[in-house]
């Protein structure tokens, strides 16, 4: 069993820049890929970012490339997403999810254990 806690989420100005934090409990942290999804209202959840067990392997979504940039500590059981240059598109609630496999995945149902969510708000 996994628990993520995001936090970090906040109201920023366009342009402006934010840093996401997922705390993950257990010793086993090493052992899942990581990713970060966002669902706005009235919108499905979208993939964002994900990184691999070791680290090795990024993905992202086109609208973030450039922008985000996802890490991982697994020595503090933490996954970070650094977003800068945020855009009013961006405000969203963000999920972190824990995936018990090496590789990254852009698909929600291959993510075993998810967070509660932290709410971006971009302004304009």
């Known amino acids: 069993q996994v628990q993520l806690v995001e936090s970090g989420g906040g109201l920023v100005q366009a342009g402006g820049s934010l840093r996401l934090s997922c705390a993950a409990s257990?010793?086993?942290?090493?052992?899942?890929?990581m990713g970060w999804f966002r669902q706005a209202p009235g919108k499905e959840r979208e993939f964002v970012a994900a990184i691999s067990r070791s680290g090795g392997s990024i993905d992202y979504t086109d609208s973030v490339k450039g922008r985000f940039t996802i890490s991982r500590d697994n020595a503090k059981n933490t996954v970070y997403l650094q977003m800068n240059s945020l855009k009013p598109e961006d405000t969203a609630v963000y999920y972190c999810a824990a995936r018990y496999y090496s590789g990254t995945s852009h698909y929600g149902r291959e993510y075993n254990y998810w967070g509660q969510g932290t709410q971006v708000t971009v302004s304009s």
């Open positions: 257990g010793r086993t942290f090493s052992s899942y890929a």
